[in-house]
């Protein structure tokens, strides 16, 4: 069996438990978890932290999923999050672009990114929320 051992990485900004984790390329987007609705990016080169979001304050997050939805827009900056609630059945989207790039300090002065790195709910085409659990 192989000896090599456990990078120690670097602390957490908050204490989390039953997080859920997305991976994209240098970045694990940790969001929320019990009792905490900060959402964070973990840089795997820079093995820094930094804050995303806060999940509205009107959600329950415990029991939440969250993944990364398969896009079939090219736009290589960015990515959508769904996030989830077993118990408490609600339906987030995100569209993430990361908090490690210029492109949100260069948007942000002309607010062409405002509805980004924010979660807001999943809507169908009628603007009616989603709801992902069962009665």
Excluded at 31 to 56: L, M, V, W
Aim: proline letters at 4%; hydrophobic letters at 35%; one cysteine or more.
């Amino acid at each position: 069996m192989n000896n090599q051992t456990f990078q120690v990485l670097k602390e957490l900004p908050a204490p989390l438990a039953d997080f859920q984790c997305v991976l994209y390329k240098h970045e694990l987007l940790i969001c929320g978890g019990y009792e905490q609705r900060a959402c964070y990016s973990y840089h795997t080169i820079k093995n820094e932290y930094k804050f995303i979001c806060d999940y509205p304050s009107d959600v329950q997050i415990s029991g939440n999923y969250a993944l990364k939805l398969v896009d079939n827009n090219k736009e290589k900056n960015q990515i959508t999050l769904l996030s989830f609630g077993e118990h408490y059945k609600h339906a987030l989207v995100m569209k993430y672009v990361s908090v490690w790039s210029n492109i949100l300090d260069i948007s942000n002065k002309s607010n062409e990114l405002n509805n980004y790195n924010q979660w807001i709910p999943f809507t169908d085409n009628n603007n009616q929320p989603v709801i992902i659990g069962k009665n």
